[in-house]
Every structure is written in C-alpha cells, then in structure tokens.
C-alpha cells in the first residue's frame, strides 16, 4: 500500500490531526480548520467559548480551506478578489503553516485577522501564511473568531464574562443564568491564544517565543488584550496594524439600543428566538443594522467592542496604565500612510452643501475653537485635481482614528515599560485605484498572502517585481522581530522625547520620520490624542 507523503499528522491534545504539505517546495505542513474552542452552537451561542472536545478518529485538516465566521460581503473582499468563505457558526479554529515538526522549536506569528469585527477569516487568499513560513522559518497561526452579531451583540441582558487564573489556566466564568456574554469574539480570541500556548509544540512552535499581531479590528482587539495581565503570559511580543484606536469601545447603553433594533428585525421576543434563529435570519438582521440611517462621515461598525468592565474598559489607554507593567515586553505598531482613503477615497467633484455642514461640523467636535485653522492646513495640502475639502476630510479621518491615537498609544507602551518600535506603511495603489493610494489594508499583501492575492484588482496596474522586492524586505523584517523582538539593528526604538517612525515602502523608504502624523498637521494634535472623534 502506497504512502501519501503529502499529508502530515501531530499529536494535540484531543487527538490527531492530519495536513498536508504545500508552499513553495512543499516545504510547508499546513492544517486548516483545527479546533482551539468546542462549537458555539444552540445554547453555546452568544456564550463564553468553552475547550474543545476530545476525539477518537483523526481529525482532517488536510483540505484547501477550513472554516470562517458567518459574515457579510465587504468592498475590500472585492478589490481583494476574495472567494466567498465557506461560512459556518462552528469557526472557532486556527490555521496553522509550520515549516518544521521536527527540527527544533520555532518562533510562533499568531495573527488576528482584521474587517471591522464584521469580516475576515483565517481562509481569505490574503491570509495564507504558507510563504511567510517558508521564508522566515517561524510557525504562522491565523484564528478565526466570531464576527458581527454573534461576537459583539450585547443586549440589555448580556452580562460580562470574568476571567479567573492567568495564561494557560485561565477560565471564563459568567454570572447569567442563560450564559449570555458580552464581546464574545474577543473571548475567542483570548481562547484560541490559551490552546496555542498549550499547544503549538505539536506543530513545531515555541510556546515561549510567541509574537501576536493584530490588523484593524484584530489590532484594536490586540490593544485589549494588552491591557488584561492575566492574558499577557500567553505571547511574549505583539504588533498592531492599522488598529482604529481613535475609536472608543461602544458604550453599553448603545450597545444595548443595537442589539433592541437587531432583536426587532428578526422578530425575535428575547434569547431564545435569537439562539434558535437561522443564520439566514441573522445575516438578514445584521444586515437591516448596517444599513440603517447613520450621520455622514460615521465609520463606526455597530458590532464592536463593547465596554463591559472586567475585559473591555471604556479607555483602553487607562487601563493599561492601571495594569502591571509591561516589562521589556517587544512591541511594534503603525499605521498606512491614507488609512481611510478606502472609504472616503479623495474625489474632485464638489462637496454638496450637506456634505459641506458635516465635515465642519466634524472639526468643530475635534478641534473646538481651533476648527477653522485645522481645515484650513489639512484643506491647504490637497492638490488639484481632488476636492480639497473631501480630501482634508479623509486625511483628518485617518488622523483621528489611526495615526495620532497610535503614535499617542505608542508614547503610554514606552512608558509602561515595553521596547517600542513604530512603523508607517508608505506602498501607494498605482493605476486605476491609485486615488486609495496607501489605504487601511493595503500592506498585508506584503507579509502574508498567496498568488491570487498579489493578482486581486487592487494590485492590476502595479509592478509585480517591485512588489515581490517589497514583500521579501517585509517579511524580512517582521520575521526578525519575531524571532528577535527587533526588526532591525538599525531600527532605534521610539520614545516619547526621541520619536522614531519607520517608513516602509514608498518614497521615503528606509528613513525616520518624526511622527505618524504629517508634519504641517503634528501641532494640532496634543500627545493625548486617544480620543473618539464621534
């Protein structure tokens, strides 16, 4: 009888499971779809994610794609060219790509995908980590996690979960009767972080070298986590990309009012109707709260996290400070150049006169009495062609969720005692998308992905080989600060009285900057710019 040299079994803890090789060379063992969580299903769901069952037969984890969340399509899943997910309730998995089981331990990159707590998954072509492994010969674990309403709805009678012990042994208790949790999706997170802990040895890992990176709502998550010492133990370095850090968890009295508006449009009466609901009926819900009525300029999604007390505080920035140090914890954070030209891409039609009331409106809130100056120094360095006042809207948008916040956060990690680097993703979309220039999202093709990402429509105009070049001197980087906790001998470390942003990619490539913030724009921002700017 033949043996298949292509598949590949370990040993974890509820019993074997089998991948296969494949990346380049097939150097690569790659498992999709392994359970860190037992299923949420019936009256799990909406629950604290409990461990996951044992079992007799071997587990097949051998396919082309594992799980991903139910969720709803996204305009970057399009100009990703993102097949559509396989999309089942029972996600609670990782992907793992190791490119060694036997060769001594490696270093571990846990990544917590992004898609404002509403999309993503461990399966997205732009998520692979085969080639990252193989190039940088560290494990790659991608989680998935529950999104939109079955992760983050947190009605009147949702109660906080409490975790009891620290890293490996530490355990979610709830005090509702019906086991209702609020921010159940970050739960899983916290889960998926403890089996990995435990068990990524069997996949080649070394749980003492753990790195967890965050892009998006997964580095928002990962600002979270950061701030729960009970959590710490389980990775030793992290890295957040692009986290919306200007946005503040969503109070519990909206969040309740949401979760009123998504009750009433599945017609359900309470709990119950909503855990027996289809998943038809949910997509259909979720999709009746997204599309409802908002205030212009509002990006906000309305399944987040939700502040509850004992996991989510109300400010992020002061609970860390409240916590234990951080201790030489290794620390890389930063932000693309034009975050939120994905959704307010700079335009030269004119702005309408209600267009004109909310951006004004908007800087008013922000700035006070200093608002006419701001618009003025964001509207002045806007070219022609492009609006000048749609486009000082997007930059300040990117100002006040993504770069001020995260050079602000970044300032409170060095002064909580982590090693701090900071880096700006430069890389601009050329072509017929070019007006997103360096948008939310588009660095991640340069760390992980495979081919079909680097061909999505995002990428049609740009140069295939100056990509390939960008992407290896990335990974290059990345990979040394997950072995190392340092990107680079020649990477200073940032400190408030000695600022250093990296530029990666673009025109200043290589250089320092002084801030993630553009210079003509830096005085307008105090260094205690965690705020929410709606």
């Known amino acids: 009888m033949a043996v298949n040299t292509d598949t590949v079994d370990v040993q974890v803890s509820e019993g074997l499971v089998r991948g296969r090789r494949e990346g380049p060379g097939m150097s690569v063992a790659a498992f ?55 999309e089942t309730e029972s996600c609670l998995t990782v992907n793992v790509w190791s490119p060694s089981l036997r060769q001594g331990p490696r270093p571990v990159l846990v990544w917590l995908p992004g898609g404002s707590f509403l999309t993503g998954g461990a399966d997205l072509a732009r998520y692979d980590g085969a ?33 009891e012990g620290s890293g490996t042994e530490l355990t979610f208790r709830t005090p509702s009767e019906a086991g209702w949790t609020t921010n159940a999706g970050l739960l899983d997170q916290i889960a998926a972080l403890r089996w990995i802990k435990k068990e990524i040895g069997a996949f080649g890992g070394d749980p003492d070298q753990i790195a967890v990176a965050g892009q998006s709502a997964g580095g928002q998550s990962l600002a979270a986590l950061l701030a729960l010492p009970q959590v710490r133990p389980l990775f030793r370095r992290a890295l957040l990309h692009s986290a919306p850090l200007g946005m503040a968890p969503m109070p519990r009295a909206e969040a309740a009012e949401t979760a009123e508006i998504f009750r009433k449009a599945l017609g359900a009466e309470g709990a119950e109707d909503l855990r027996q609901a289809t998943l038809g009926q949910l997509r259909r819900a979720q999709q009746h709260v997204l599309t409802r009525p908002r205030p212009a300029g509002d990006v906000r999604p309305p399944f987040r996290l939700v502040e509850d007390g004992p996991v989510v505080a109300p400010d992020t920035a002061q609970a860390l400070r409240a916590s234990p140090e951080l201790a ?48 003025e120094t964001y509207a002045a360095a806007v070219s022609p062609p492009y609006n000048a006042l749609s486009t000082a809207f997007e930059e300040f948008k990117t100002d006040a969720f993504f770069a001020a916040p995260t050079h602000a956060f970044a300032d409170i990690l060095h002064r909580h005692g982590a090693r701090t680097r900071m880096f700006r993703f430069d890389w601009q979309v050329p072509g017929r998308y070019s007006a997103l220039r360096a948008c939310h999202c588009v660095d991640i093709p340069f760390l992980l ?68 913030v553009e210079p003509e724009r830096r005085a307008l921002w105090p260094a205690s710019a965690l705020i929410s700017p709606q």
């Open 32 to 86: 999709r779809g392994v359970p860190y969580a037992a299923p949420p299903l019936a009256e799990r769901r909406f629950a604290v994610p409990l461990p996951p069952l044992g079992r007799r037969e071997i587990l097949r984890a051998d396919g082309p794609v594992g799980t991903a969340p139910l969720q709803l399509p996204s305009a970057v899943g399009t100009l990703m060219n993102d097949p559509k997910p396989a």
């Open 131 to 163: 080639e990252l492994a193989a190039q940088e010969q560290i494990v790659v674990v991608l989680v998935n996690y529950r999104l939109g309403a079955l992760g983050f709805l947190a009605p009147e009678w949702a109660e906080p979960a409490r975790i």
């Open 328 to 375: 030489g914890t290794e620390i890389m954070l930063g932000t693309t150049r034009h975050e939120c030209a994905l959704w307010f891409a700079r335009q030269s039609a004119p702005v309408s006169n209600a267009g004109r009331d909310g951006v004004t409106a908007e800087f008013a809130r922000a700035f006070g009495s200093r608002a006419d100056e701001a618009l």
């Open 449 to 516: 992905g495979r081919e079909e990402a680097r061909h999505a429509p995002l990428f049609a105009d740009a140069d295939q080989g100056g990509m390939q070049r960008l992407r290896h001197s990335v990974r290059r980087m990345w990979g040394a600060f997950v072995r190392t906790g340092s990107p680079s001998p020649t990477w200073a470390e940032h400190t408030p009285e000695r600022p250093v942003v990296r530029a990666v990619g673009g025109e200043f490539a290589g250089t320092t900057l002084g801030s993630l």
